[in-house]
């Protein structure tokens, strides 16, 4: 028997049509795909990250034997300066101190977070209201015991002396004249008289009797040092009730004569000897109307790091009542000024940026001038410090600039013909900006000599 094919053939059209229509299909849409014109994306800036604060700093100097040294550390509340190559500590607590305030125009890629800011008026701290409250109430205290004793002592004294049961024994009671502070003054008062007695009379057994000097009973009786011993004492009750607020002086403040400072400080970076200057501008009491003051006052600092360290602090030196015109506060680490959140007119820059306005400066105050490039700015490995501890990278070698201020390559001669081949020292000059070379204030291509073991930027 023949089998019928008519299925299979059936199925092998319809199989050879979808293929077909499957391909029609894939070629309709290649074609619709490839007239499709092309998808523009929108640009996306990627902003770069601010690294650098332009701030108004301070520039300080102090002016010692007509000569001008600049600030370079604070010791406690002392300036220190570098003379001969020696630091040298200045106080200002011995004698008044000549300084030289110069605001400047500073870029810095450290900072500094202060929060929580307070500098208020106050009171230094023996003119501090409650601290001559208390004193003068202690003073009070202490005179109204010594007058209760003074009169129990001239009462007993004088019980003793009227006492006629005792007869001429009552005299003894005058006795405690030999002790006590009675005697010191006694003493103090009849001692050179003693030793120097006056001259003796002919016929006389002795020399006569020397008026300074009294006997133990000073020639009275009973009666009569009763009345002598009350005198003595009411004389001693009205010295201390007049001389009682002595230790404590005016209980009343004679008014404000100090700056309270107080704030928490904080740095990204380490900042190792840190001190703090302030600038105050005040207008003294009674003084000429606009005549404005000025007070600088430098504390060091405790190590700054991430964490946020308390500060409070109390500035004396202001005459009472003054007027605060202005205050300032500026953050220092090794000389150099660190910015902070409080800088004035502050402005902050990416690298770039601040390079820009590194070269701008520099040329602009180098005008006419014909000089070799320097390096500026940079960002070096983080491994560089321990390579140049083992003794790696501490010769001398020279960096081709372009007039952009940019390393391109690095030579072990300034003539630029022998290149040195080091991937790492390559990074490193990449890392590098560099003041551009001049000539003429024109800004050329030029070789730097650079020694990583010196670098300061």
């Known amino acids: 028997m023949t089998r019928p094919r008519g299925p299979r053939n059936c199925f092998r059209l319809h199989a050879g049509c979808l293929l077909a229509a499957c391909w029609a299909v894939a070629s309709s849409v290649w074609a619709d795909v490839s007239k499709d014109k092309p998808v523009k994306m929108d640009e996306v800036v990627v902003?770069?990250?601010?690294?650098?604060t332009l701030f108004m700093g301070t520039d300080i100097s102090l002016s010692?034997?007509?000569?001008?040294?600049?600030?370079?550390?604070?010791?406690?509340?002392?300036?220190?300066?570098?003379?001969?190559?020696?630091?040298?500590?200045?106080?200002?607590?011995?004698?008044?101190?000549?300084?030289?305030?110069?605001?400047?125009?500073?870029?810095?890629?450290?900072?500094?977070t202060i929060e929580g800011f307070s500098g208020v008026r106050g009171y230094t701290f023996d003119n501090d209201p409650s601290v001559r409250l208390t004193?003068?109430?202690?003073?009070?205290?202490?005179?109204?015991?010594?007058?209760?004793?003074?009169?129990?002592?001239?009462?007993?004294?004088?019980?003793?002396?009227?006492n006629t049961a005792l007869g001429g024994a009552a005299t003894l009671a005058a006795t405690d004249k030999q002790f006590g502070d009675a005697a010191l003054i006694f003493s103090a008062q009849t001692s050179p008289a003693i030793k120097h007695p006056p001259k003796a009379i002919p016929g006389q057994p002795g020399p006569p009797a020397n008026p300074l000097v009294n006997t133990t009973f000073d020639?009275?009786?009973?009666?009569?040092?009763a009345i002598l011993e009350a005198g003595i004492s009411e004389r001693k009750a009205d010295a201390m009730a007049e001389n009682g607020d002595e230790p404590g002086g005016r209980l009343v403040s004679s008014g404000v004569d100090a700056m309270e400072v107080e704030f928490q400080i904080s740095s990204p970076r380490p900042l190792h000897t840190p001190y703090i200057v302030t600038i105050t501008k005040f207008h003294a009491r009674n003084s000429k109307p606009g005549l404005v003051q000025d007070l600088v006052y430098a504390k060091s600092l405790d190590p700054i790091y991430t964490q946020k360290s308390h500060v409070h602090f109390i500035e004396g030196g202001f005459p009472f009542?003054?007027?605060?015109?202005d205050f300032q506060v500026h953050l220092y680490d090794r000389g150099v000024e660190v910015p902070t959140?409080?800088?004035?007119?502050?402005?902050?820059?990416?690298?770039?940026?601040?390079?820009?306005?590194?070269?701008?400066?520099?040329?602009?105050?180098?005008?006419?001038?014909?000089?070799?490039?320097?390096?500026?700015?940079?960002?070096?490995?983080s491994e560089l410090p321990n390579k140049l501890a083992t003794g790696k990278y501490g010769e001398t070698f020279y960096v081709k600039v372009s007039?952009?201020?940019?390393?391109?390559?690095?030579?072990?001669?300034?003539?630029?013909?022998?290149?040195?081949?080091?991937?790492?020292?390559?990074?490193?000059?990449?890392?590098?900006?560099?003041?551009?070379a001049l000539e003429r204030g024109k800004p050329v291509e030029g070789v730097s000599a650079v020694n990583l073991s010196k670098l300061t930027i």
């Open 403 to 436: 007039k952009d201020g940019l390393g391109e390559a690095s030579f072990a001669d300034a003539e630029c013909s022998k290149r040195i081949d080091d991937p790492f020292l390559d990074s490193v000059v990449m890392g590098l900006r560099f003041k551009p």
């Open 64 to 112: 010692l034997d007509k000569d001008l040294y600049p600030v370079r550390d604070v010791e406690g509340g002392s300036w220190v300066i570098e003379i001969n190559h020696r630091d040298r500590v200045i106080s200002a607590k011995s004698a008044p101190v000549n300084l030289k305030i110069t605001p400047s125009l500073k870029l810095s890629e450290a900072s500094a």
């Open 219 to 225: 020639g009275a009786d009973g009666q009569s040092l």
């Open 135 to 162: 004193r003068g109430i202690n003073a009070s205290a202490m005179t109204n015991v010594m007058l209760q004793g003074v009169a129990r002592d001239a009462q007993n004294l004088s019980d003793t002396l009227g």
């Open 341 to 381: 959140n409080l800088s004035r007119d502050r402005v902050e820059m990416t690298r770039s940026e601040a390079f820009e306005y590194v070269k701008a400066e520099y040329i602009g105050s180098h005008r006419d001038a014909t000089r070799p490039p320097v390096p500026a700015m940079g960002r070096l490995p």
């Open 47 to 52: 902003q770069e990250t601010k690294t650098h």
């Open 321 to 325: 009542d003054f007027e605060l015109i």
